[in-house]
């Protein structure tokens, strides 16, 4: 006897070429499908379904708005984000983002969610916070943050809330982290770090 595998085939959807909004990719994409965004701005909130997988230019795709992922699974490739408020909401949800920035704005996760963020860089411009955890489980690998007041937030503290730190570099942010990791303190970045050319890189978990 012998083994057969079956390997699903991946297509693309196109934006803007196939569809005019991301949302309008989204709502339409089957499974194994891929949704390209070509590089300019796009001024839109994004609901994810479960499944969602986006793929832009690290260096050109860019969003106005915010990400909600409700109660799915999804992957971001190559997505900068932008928005005052929250760049991304995650609830009971599990979501990789790599190669993303996420600017001004902070992600959330509610309701035991897992958000993955790898390669990414976030940038506070001064203001807020980057990731807030209020039930759930950050891993973050291989990402800068900074310009931020605290890079790191629980509302929940001193309650632990579980994650993971690899690689990471804080740098010009203004106050010390105020997550808690593992049931650690992130001591990451000291108090008065907005000095040049200071900063702490995590050689694990944290």
Aim: net charge negative; charged share 20%.
């Amino acid at each position: 006897s012998r083994t057969v595998t079956l390997r699903q085939q991946v297509s693309y959807l196109h934006v803007p070429a196939d569809f005019a909004t991301i949302q309008d990719a989204i709502d339409a994409a089957q499974p194994n499908e891929i949704i390209l965004i070509s590089g300019g701005w796009y001024a839109e909130d994004l609901v994810f379904r479960d499944g969602t997988r986006l793929r832009g230019d690290p260096t050109e795709t860019n969003l106005w708005g915010t990400i909600f992922a409700h109660d799915v699974r999804a992957e971001v490739y190559g997505l900068r984000v932008e928005e005052l408020q929250d760049t991304a909401e995650l609830v009971s949800a599990d979501v990789l983002f790599d190669h993303c920035t996420f600017t001004f704005g902070v992600t959330r996760l509610f309701t035991d969610s897992v958000g993955k963020f790898r390669n990414c860089t976030f940038d506070g411009r001064g203001q807020g916070v980057a990731i807030r955890v209020n039930s759930g489980f950050a891993k973050i690998e291989r990402s800068i943050f900074e310009n931020y007041q605290n890079a790191l937030d629980s509302l929940l503290r001193p309650t632990v809330v579980a994650g993971e730190l690899s690689e990471v570099v804080f740098w010009n942010n203004f106050a010390d982290m105020r997550g808690t990791w593992d049931g650690n303190w992130v001591v990451g970045d000291p108090l008065h770090t907005y000095y040049p050319y200071q900063y702490y890189l995590d050689q694990g978990s944290a």
